[in-house]
């Protein structure tokens, strides 16, 4: 008897399981159409903003479930999503422009093991009063200090020496902060 109540009780939760899938798909279908209708406004505002402005339509977590779920797709969301994603890319552009922009200009082998590197540093608006910046190659790594400002619609350029068994190694960064992290060493850049 105690086998065929388990049995029993086991079958009950698998119907209920069971049960509640079925209706969470039912629940999906149905307001995929909706959520399909939506979708372009949560790629452009963003979840926040999407949720606050659609916090009234009862459907608003099955869709947000739906677009964080990979499998799910519409005929158009593929060019929805492309949209946006080149978007988003022009804008991460843009902020990088306003910030400035380094750039290699030369580099010169004045030793074994030893070059002059020299690079610019644009900036199209604002300012940056004292630009940091990461270089590094297969020998060493540092911050560079730039101690002179680039002004809104400016260049400069810069240069220091650097080891490098391969010149092709020698990369640049300009920072956007001005923490030098503690781990790094720091050396003066050179205006010319």
Same mark, same amino acid.
């Given at each position: 008897?105690?086998?065929?109540?388990?049995?029993?009780?086991?079958?009950?939760?698998?119907?209920?399981?069971?049960?509640?899938?079925?209706?969470?798909?039912?629940?999906?279908?149905?307001?995929?159409?909706?959520c399909?209708?939506?979708?372009?406004s949560?790629?452009?505002?963003?979840?926040?903003?999407?949720?606050?402005?659609?916090?009234? *339509?009862?459907? /608003?977590?099955?869709? $947000?479930? &739906?677009?964080?779920?990979? %499998?799910?797709? +519409?005929? #158009?969301?593929? !060019? @929805?999503?492309?949209?946006?994603?080149?978007?988003?890319?022009?804008?991460?552009?843009?902020?990088?422009?306003?910030?400035?922009?380094?750039?290699?200009?030369?580099?010169?082998?004045?030793?074994?093991?030893?070059?002059?590197?020299?690079?610019?540093?644009?900036?199209? *608006?604002g300012? /940056?009063?004292?630009? $940091?910046? &990461?270089?590094?190659?297969? %020998?060493?790594? +540092?911050? #560079?200090?730039? !101690? @002179?400002?680039?002004?809104?619609?400016?260049?400069?350029?810069?240069?220091?020496?650097?080891?490098?068994?391969?010149?092709?190694?020698?990369?640049?960064?300009?920072?956007?902060?001005?923490?030098?992290?503690k781990?790094?060493?720091?050396?003066?850049?050179?205006?010319?």
């Amino acid at each position: 008897m105690s086998i065929v109540l388990v049995l029993s009780i086991g079958l009950i939760f698998a119907n209920f399981n069971l049960d509640e899938l079925v209706h969470a798909e039912k629940i999906s279908q149905k307001t995929s159409s909706l959520c399909e209708s939506i979708y372009k406004s949560y790629k452009k505002l963003g979840t926040i903003e999407f949720r606050r402005t659609f916090s009234d *339509k009862p459907y /608003l977590n099955d869709c $947000l479930k &739906l677009y964080t779920d990979s %499998k799910w797709t +519409f005929k #158009g969301k593929y !060019e @929805i999503d492309q949209a946006y994603k080149k978007l988003k890319q022009e804008k991460d552009q843009l902020k990088e422009s306003t910030k400035g922009k380094a750039s290699v200009t030369s580099k010169a082998k004045i030793g074994e093991g030893k070059f002059v590197f020299k690079f610019s540093i644009c900036v199209n *608006k604002g300012s /940056l009063q004292k630009p $940091l910046i &990461l270089l590094q190659s297969d %020998k060493e790594k +540092f911050i #560079g200090v730039v !101690e @002179i400002p680039v002004h809104q619609n400016q260049c400069k350029e810069f240069y220091t020496n650097i080891k490098a068994s391969d010149p092709n190694t020698i990369k640049l960064t300009l920072l956007e902060t001005q923490k030098i992290p503690k781990d790094i060493s720091v050396r003066p850049i050179k205006y010319t």
